[in-house]
């Protein structure tokens, strides 16, 4: 069984940043796809970022050149840093792995609120 822990999220001022965290335990998986997606209220979620196994990178155009994700595969944890905040940003942003077997594991969600 796969755990994730996220961690990072909070209320911030437009402009500002905040990073996340999602740690995942557990034993006898390899991660293949780590990634960020998020869902405001009344809204469907959606994809934030994704950093794959190899290196590669997706990024929603939304967030493209202020949003940075990165893995540390030792670690089995993925971050997102999040600069230039908006309040459009705001939502539960979730981590999500997929792991050797096609399996995707979601974490618990995390707030991130951007208001003055």
């Known amino acids: 069984q796969v755990q994730l822990v996220e961690s990072g999220g909070g209320l911030v001022q437009p402009g500002g940043s905040l990073r996340l965290s999602c740690a995942a335990s557990?034993?006898?998986?390899?991660?293949?796809?780590m990634g960020w997606y998020r869902q405001a209220p009344g809204k469907q979620r959606e994809l934030v970022a994704l950093?794959?196994?190899?290196?590669?990178?997706v990024y929603a155009d939304s967030v493209r050149s202020r949003f940075t994700i990165s893995r540390d595969i030792a670690k089995n944890t993925a971050y997102l840093q999040m600069n230039t905040l908006k309040p459009e940003d705001t939502a539960v942003y979730y981590c999500?792995?997929?792991?050797?077997?096609?399996?995707?594991?979601w974490g618990q969600g995390t707030q991130v609120t951007v208001s003055s």
């Open positions: 950093a794959h196994r190899g290196g590669d990178t």
């Open positions: 557990g034993s006898g998986f390899s991660i293949y796809v």
């Open positions: 999500k792995i997929t792991v050797n077997g096609g399996t995707d594991y």
